[in-house]
């Protein structure tokens, strides 16, 4: 593994049907993201976390919900997908905090979700 | 943190440079300017970013005008594999740590010609 994981690439989901979308990194960063990217609209932060045991809500935060067990891994649920959850997901991750030197995120290839 | 504005479209001839112009008028004392680009169907990928003097780097430079009120990345020598879009975000640090949540608004689809 070399920076970030996503898996699957890509899924066709059923309407009500509950997914996680996975997501590690091996580069011991502290800070991780997900975003959602729908034509028009552009990347949108669905929810962060700073470090592990950690979450905070984003821009767009109903239907999902993440978990921070350790410092690698950052998965993104969906309790019951709905249609409008199809997009392409993206999970990226961040060195920052205090006494650090921000450069910004790492993205990983991200994960193509339709809900039929 | 600062809004960013973005020409919606840019064409550039094969190996001449690309001037890519982000204009970020209300940004305060203690916000970055970044870039990120985004190739087709791949995940964003940092560029660069800069305070107040300007950067450079394997990749690209970074020109912050005096008042810091705008910006442009320069990619010196414009290949068919730099046609992504490219965002312009400008973000603060924050002292105490925590998350650098960044904003993507809907950058500038650079076309590079053969």
């Known amino acids: 593994i070399a920076g970030i994981t996503q898996a699957p690439t890509s899924q066709i989901l059923a309407a009500g049907r509950r997914m996680t979308l996975r997501c590690t990194q091996d580069?011991?960063?502290?800070?991780m993201y997900w975003y959602r990217q729908d034509l028009g609209l552009g990347l949108r932060l669905i929810h962060y976390?700073?470090?592990?045991?950690?979450?905070g809500k984003g821009e767009v935060p109903d239907g999902y919900s993440v978990s921070r067990a350790n410092t690698d891994d950052f998965p993104l649920t969906l309790a019951s997908a709905v249609p409008s959850q199809t997009s392409v997901y993206f999970c990226?991750?961040?060195?920052?905090?205090?006494?650090?030197?921000?450069?910004?995120?790492?993205f990983g290839s991200g994960t193509r979700l339709t809900v039929v | 943190d600062a809004k960013t504005t973005q020409p919606p479209s840019m064409d550039c001839a094969e190996g001449r440079a690309a001037n890519l112009p982000c204009n970020h008028s209300t940004i305060s004392g203690n916000e970055y300017v970044y870039w990120y680009r985004q190739i087709h169907s791949q995940g964003p990928q940092y560029i660069i970013h800069?305070?107040?003097n300007n950067e450079t780097n394997e990749m690209a430079s970074l020109i912050i005008t005096e008042d810091r009120k705008s910006s442009t990345l320069i990619l010196p020598h414009a290949t068919l594999r730099d046609t992504a879009v490219y965002y312009c975000?400008?973000?603060?640090?924050?002292?105490?740590?925590?998350?650098?949540?960044?904003?993507f608004g809907k950058g500038t689809k650079l076309t590079v010609n053969p």
């Open positions: 990226a991750s961040s060195d920052s905090g205090l006494g650090r030197v921000f450069y910004g995120y790492t």
């Open positions: 976390s700073n470090t592990a045991g950690t979450t």
């Open positions: 975000i400008v973000r603060g640090h924050h002292p105490q740590g925590g998350s650098e949540k960044l904003v």
């Open positions: 580069m011991r960063h502290n800070a």
């Open positions: 800069g305070l107040k």
